[in-house]
């Protein structure tokens, strides 16, 4: 029987819009653990934010930081050694640039454009936790940043920034905010982590959940492609995949309907 692997996002999707919850994602969630299924979060996240929520999600598996920055395999995880290099307890592969890159460039680009912008790296930790509603001390976590740099503009939208900037060889994606990074995205990581599980479990079926744009990748890299509904009750109108589920609910509750179905089918 094929091994089912979940790939989901976390805010939004898995996590409540507003409260960062998962409480309503709670039979499915149980459902999963009970059939021993993967459950890989891979989120914009850091690694510090991850922790937290794979603790409480009492998760053991591998993991995606900040739209793919790296994977991080938990020690002996599978049988074969997994990452190219060692963080801690994980096996880690890298796909990003250096935060500190993508921070030098976003600077160079405001001051090159004279766009009023400005990124985690320019906040405290009290002004992340009130433009995101994050508490205070997972807002301090968000800025422990390896990998890219979460911004906002502060007038309106000015494309001339994303677009000096793949102009300068870096990428970027959108969220609940926007994100510069690198040449990565969560489809380059899912693509690794499926050869992984595929190695030691030969054939998948792979799940994967997601909100907003910077999920496409992740989204295209699965066989059932879940998208759910924002908090506006919408649906990202830029992900318009031809086998597209779209979740009855917003994050958590479409999360739990779209995924309890799924298992049922």
């Known amino acids: 029987m094929p091994q089912k692997i979940?790939?989901?996002?976390?805010?939004?999707?898995?996590?409540?819009?507003?409260?960062?919850?998962?409480?309503?994602?709670?039979?499915?969630?149980?459902?999963?653990?009970?059939?021993?299924i993967p459950l890989v979060l891979c989120s914009s996240?850091?690694?510090?934010?991850?922790?937290?929520?794979?603790?409480?999600?009492?998760?053991?598996?591998?993991?995606?930081v900040e739209n793919g920055g790296a994977v991080f395999v938990p020690a002996g995880y599978f049988l074969f050694p997994a990452g190219r290099s060692a963080r801690g307890e994980y096996g880690v592969r890298v796909f990003g640039r250096p935060y500190h890159e993508i921070r030098q460039e976003f600077i160079r680009l405001r001051e090159r454009l004279n766009i009023q912008v400005r990124g985690f790296g320019d906040m405290t930790a009290g002004e992340i936790a009130s433009l995101t509603g994050l508490p205070l001390h997972e807002a301090a976590l968000a800025r422990e940043r390896e990998f890219g740099e979460p911004f906002v503009f502060e007038r309106d939208i000015d494309v001339r920034f994303v677009r000096a900037a793949e102009k300068d060889g870096f990428h970027w994606t959108q969220g609940r905010l926007f994100y510069l990074m690198g040449?990565?995205?969560?489809?380059k990581a899912l693509g690794l982590l499926k050869q992984w599980y595929r190695a030691e479990h030969g054939t998948l079926i792979t799940i994967g959940l997601g909100d907003g744009l910077n999920d496409?990748?992740?989204?295209?890299?699965?066989?059932?492609p879940v998208l759910v509904r924002k908090e506006n009750g919408t649906y990202e109108e830029r992900i318009d995949l031809p086998n597209i589920i779209r979740a009855d609910g917003i994050g958590p509750e479409g999360w739990n309907r779209a995924i309890m179905r799924l298992l049922a089918g």
Not at 183 to 187: L, Q, S, T
Not at 216 to 224: F, G, I, S, T
């Open 6 to 36: 979940i790939f989901t996002d976390l805010d939004g999707t898995l996590l409540d819009p507003k409260t960062y919850s998962f409480h309503k994602a709670m039979p499915a969630l149980e459902e999963i653990r009970k059939r021993s």
């Open 45 to 64: 996240k850091t690694r510090a934010e991850i922790e937290v929520y794979r603790q409480r999600l009492r998760n053991r598996d591998p993991f995606v």
């Open 216 to 224: 496409l990748p992740l989204l295209r890299e699965v066989d059932l």
């Open 183 to 187: 040449d990565h995205d969560k489809g």
